[in-house]
């Protein structure tokens, strides 16, 4: 009994620790706004990316939303989409890179943590639907949502990691930080080359679907009748020449346009539009860089 009380206490106390983790903080932001004229989704490039007040000043009479959350997948821009439409946006922003759209995302108990966990409590069926769990992986998840010491896991963990790089970084120099963390954690997340080339040629030969999670929230928005505008998100000049500049990479980027417009959306390559020095680390723009980069896009599709 004693045993039992402490893990209750336990998981009353995890509850009030997590109800500001990023997933809540934009949930309570859908809630709480008043309609939108614009909406943002994606992961972090795509928070990065967006100055609101920026838009808002090039493009007058506009209200923007950014719901994008860091670490996240197209399983959970779905689920904001489908939270934020009751805000009714006359336009969706859905910013990618690489082979987002298309390649599978690993859903395993031990992917979903972090930012993901939101798949346990934000529309959890539509969300087993599109992981494709079903049978006893479905039930996994359902009763892993009962247990926020488990959900909410990689919370602890946070804390705990925390420490470790306070204490092994006593003696050197500090780390290069960025607003999304130490700037070297993103200088690796690169495929190699090769491999990646072959992916997109594989992708067009077979005419590989989008997600599903990809496809519903094209089809959500097209069904809310709102425009979709997707957005291949800017890239430094190294990401572009070693993945970017093939003959495989410019047919993907046909075949993701051409599915694009078959669900009625607007493609924008975007890839090219910043120069290096807009950036904070590999992938994310700088803050300068974003008000850079959301001026032109507002510009742009108001003259389009």
């Known amino acids: 009994m004693v045993w039992a009380g402490a893990l209750g206490l336990l998981n009353v106390a995890i509850v009030r620790l997590t109800a500001n983790s990023l997933p809540r903080q934009v949930l309570r932001a859908i809630a709480e706004s008043a309609n939108v004229t614009d909406l943002f989704v994606g992961n972090s490039v795509m928070v990065a990316a967006l100055d609101r007040a920026g838009f808002e000043a090039a493009r007058p009479g506009t209200r923007a939303l950014n719901v994008a959350v860091g670490s996240t997948s197209p399983v959970e821009h779905d689920l904001f989409v489908h939270r934020a439409l009751r805000l009714a946006p006359q336009r969706v922003y859905y910013a990618f890179f690489d082979s987002q759209l298309t390649r599978p995302v690993p859903s395993r108990w031990r992917d979903l943590s972090g930012t993901r966990a939101m798949v346990y409590y934000v529309d959890r069926e539509r969300a087993i639907r599109l992981m494709g769990r079903d049978g006893p992986s479905a039930w996994q998840v359902r009763l892993t949502s009962w247990l926020p010491m488990v959900v909410e896991r990689a919370t602890l963990w946070a804390a705990v990691e925390r420490a470790r790089r306070k ?69 430094t000049s190294s990401h572009r020449r070693r993945f ?49 980069f959301t001026t032109r896009l507002a510009l742009r599709l108001a003259r389009s």
């Open 167 to 235: 204490l092994a970084g006593f003696g050197a120099p500090p780390p290069e930080i960025g607003r999304f963390g130490r700037t070297a954690d993103f200088a690796g997340l690169e495929d190699d080359p090769d491999v990646f080339r072959q992916y997109c040629a594989d992708v067009v030969a077979h005419r590989a679907p989008l997600l599903a999670a990809v496809r519903d929230l094209f089809e959500t928005v097209r069904d809310a009748r709102a425009e979709l505008i997707v957005i291949e998100a800017p890239m």
């Open 244 to 292: 970017y500049d093939t003959p495989e990479w410019e047919a993907y980027r046909a075949y993701v346009r051409s599915e694009t417009e078959r669900f009625g959306g607007r493609f924008v390559d975007a890839s090219d539009w910043m120069v290096d020095a807009a950036f904070e680390d590999a992938v994310h723009l700088s803050a300068a860089g974003a008000t850079t």
